[in-house]
């Protein structure tokens, strides 16, 4: 299950008893970026494309993994510092399944979403964030870059 919302993600969650693993991934708005004080995050959607692409993942992700249940959710509108941005949900028979999925999820949302964030800075101006370079490694176990890219 995939889901975009402007309010507060509601991390409520049914734990399947079959289930041997379960991980989770808070992805939090941040006070910081490329040495920049941040104060808060804006994320704009192409919201048709978004669901659609979103549920492929999550079926690639039920398809590769031995999972009970997975659920993903993107905020979308105005967060402030400490704000839950994304969060995923991956029970699975066992903790590495559960591992891989959650991360396989984060991955492919992070690089193949149409979801826009634009960063509020404390010296005033604010700035859309790009990472082309994301393109060039999707789901693969090593990054040789991090996520704090600016347009």
Not at 16 to 21: C, I, K, L, T
């Amino acid at each position: 299950m995939f889901e975009l919302t402007s309010e507060k993600i509601n991390t409520e969650k049914s734990i399947d008893e079959r289930a041997g693993g379960v991980v989770v991934f808070e992805g939090l708005v941040r006070n910081h970026n490329l040495d920049k004080g941040v104060t808060s995050l804006e994320y704009q959607c192409y919201e048709a494309m978004v669901i659609k692409e979103a549920n492929l993942i999550m079926n690639e992700a039920k398809e590769k993994f031995a999972v009970y249940d997975l659920k993903c959710i993107h905020r979308v509108g105005h967060l402030a510092i400490g704000e839950m941005a994304v969060w995923v949900y991956a029970a699975c028979v066992h903790r590495q399944e559960a591992f891989e999925a959650c991360q396989y999820i984060i991955d492919e949302v992070k690089f193949r979403l149409p979801i826009w964030k634009k960063e509020h800075y404390v010296d005033g101006p604010s700035d859309w964030i790009a990472c082309h370079r994301c393109g060039e490694y999707g789901n693969k176990k090593e990054k040789s870059h991090t996520h704090e890219h600016r347009a």
